[in-house]
């Protein structure tokens, strides 16, 4: 069933029942008791019957603890350290027993209450597909578009996407990389794909993200993500298009990182690289030249 014939379904009351697989939506959190709520808020509104709301607070200091009973529909995990994002999610999905895990940024939420009942309706109707990337909005990107037809895309946004868990735990989930953040949702894609699942885009099904600076260190996350991104190329890129990637990586994330006043944080990002580089290339499964191709090829389609 299409996206288009499920919206014109909507508003039949049987609709939520043709959809069965159970669905995890993953809130990993750390500071940001002051937003947190509306993601909460959002997705305890969601329209859909077997669905389980789960709030992962990596190690917060401020007052997000006292959160947890305004919402006692949700499920609360507390790590008293942090462990990162990545490994949060991983933990989520390997103690879970739904077939489907929605990961929902703390400064993220739901526009409409039914998302969550057309991506599972798509994935379910679809069983190729293991990731649908949802419609993302924010300040810098804020028009609201129609919703149309799902097409193939080359990755999701981590903010907001659903996962088919038994298509991820069979790619060995989210693997860690020297840097905490960044790539991470990319290396998971291309090694979908590679294994022949399909990622796919629902245009004008959207998830607002808000891209709060609360608790967020830009510097170390830009550092974070550039050495991350190095890391990605040199683990999947196969020979001998690595020769040719790499530098091409190098060059897009100075030129950035100039435009945008951050190059000693990269200058840091890209030593950081090569202070793992040993460690990186001993890790290197690179996906096949086919793989690599039809990746760049969607990530050019969807521009």
């Known amino acids: 069933m299409t996206i ?11 609709a939520a029942t043709r959809t069965s697989g159970r669905v995890l939506v993953g ?3 750390r500071n940001r008791c002051g937003v947190l709520p509306k993601a909460i808020e959002s997705a305890l509104r969601q329209q859909y019957p077997r669905l389980q709301v789960t709030i992962l607070d990596d190690g917060s200091e401020d007052d997000t603890p006292q959160l947890r009973s305004k919402y006692p529909r949700a499920r609360w995990i507390r790590w008293e350290r942090s462990r990162g994002h990545m490994e949060a999610r991983n933990y989520l999905m390997r103690d879970s027993d739904a077939d489907f895990y929605l990961s929902l940024d703390d400064d993220a939420w739901f526009i409409n209450e039914d998302e969550i009942s057309l991506a599972v309706q798509h994935m379910e109707t679809n069983p190729k597909v293991a990731a649908v990337a949802f419609h993302i909005l924010s300040p810098d990107r804020g028009k609201v578009t129609p919703r149309s037809e799902p097409r193939p895309t ?7 996407h659903i996962l088919r868990i038994s298509a991820v735990r069979d790619c060995g989930l989210y693997l860690p990389a020297p840097g905490y953040y960044g790539s991470e949702e990319i290396d998971l894609c291309v090694r979908l ?30 550092r974070s993500g550039v050495c991350n991104d190095l890391t990605f190329a040199a683990r999947r890129c196969p020979f001998p298009l690595v020769l040719g990637i790499m530098p091409l990586k190098l060059i897009n994330q100075l030129r950035f990182s ?7 944080s990269c200058f840091e990002g ?5 202070t793992h580089a040993m460690n990186i290339w001993g890790s290197r499964e ?14 050019h389609q969807s521009r």
Do not use: Y
């Open 286 to 299: 690179p996906v096949r030249a086919s793989t690599f191709v039809e990746f760049i090829r969607r990530s």
């Open 258 to 264: 100039a435009r945008n006043r951050l190059l000693k």
């Open 193 to 222: 794909l590679d294994r022949n699942w399909e990622i796919h885009f629902l245009p004008g099904v959207h998830i607002w993200h808000d891209k709060t600076n609360i608790a967020r260190d830009i510097s170390a996350q830009h």
């Open 154 to 160: 080359h990755m999701f946004i981590g903010c907001g």
């Open 4 to 14: 288009s014939s499920f919206v014109q379904n909507r508003d039949d009351s049987n």
């Open 27 to 29: 809130i990993v959190t």
């Open 270 to 274: 890209v030593g950081l690289f090569f």
